[in-house]
């Protein structure tokens, strides 16, 4: 495992194009040079002695220093095992609805993508939890699992939009049962689950797999997007173009609206809090789950990172000497 401890001076590495922009400037130089200084049937006699061969192996060398130098110079950290590390911290699973009412506008930009964004903003406060995701529609899907690395979790939660499930729906039940199956430490005190819906739940009861999943020391809280008053739910082809709105048996068009009551019985039954989608509710809930019991969390990390300047820096020496001593003329010269 290979981490480097001075990334702030990454910015050297521009000069690596820079020195190769300068030995291609050099090389179409030297070559309109010797036309200059002579003919073609003078340039043989006169170059011939120069060995082209030699002069390419010297400037891949110079350009090799130059890139060991800076590895040099950023500090490569070797980590020497891999090493089990216990921490306190909490599991928390984010379940997110991706059905097709989560493209209704009521909310902007959509009820998907502003939840997409105040997730993102929520991750990002973590600092030593575990965090999971899971997509859901009428059935569920875990996308990411438990995991210290939020820099994943922000790609998983990038691809999560309606399409992603092919079952359609709202089944709210899955996704808790879903999530139980997700939470691999079992009997935990520090297991949170937070339920992301416009509420329209068509599938299932979801309140007794919530009383389940409370009795397995699984804490539920719930945030409802979307609004009372509602709005048609689009329909978009293959290239997001909007086509119609989605309507019912007898063509009317349907209207989706947020089905609060839903969220906050499912809250309720998991012992948890429900919120309505906003940044201020996003960071209430933060506070909320950080007042949750914290448990021992079991994980992976590469200790006894040693820095190792010295074995690029002296490549680079190598090489630099080596250019030095490596003569362009040619042995029969």
Partial sequence: MIQFAFTHFSWFLLIIPLFLGLMIWDYFARKKMRKFLASDEHHELLFSKISVRKRRIRSAMALSSIVFLILALLGPEIGLRLQKVEREGLDIIIALDVSQSMLVNDVSPTRLERAKFEILRMIDEFSGDRVGLIAFAGAAKLQCPLTLDYSAAHTFLDVMNVGIIEKQGTNLSAAIDEAKRSFTEKGKQSRVLVLISDGEELEADAIESAQKAKSENITIHTLSVGTAVGA??????????????????????????????????????????????????????????QQAETGSISTHEYTDFENRFQWPLGLAFVLLVGEWLISTRRKDG
């Fill in 232 to 289: 048609p739910v689009p329909v978009y082809d293959e290239t997001g173009n909007l086509v119609e709105f989605k309507k019912d048996e007898s063509e009317q068009t349907v209207t989706s609206r947020v089905n609060t009551a839903v969220m906050i019985g499912i809250a309720r039954a998991g012992g948890g809090k429900h919120y309505s989608l906003s940044q201020t509710n996003f960071q209430k809930l933060y506070a909320e789950i």
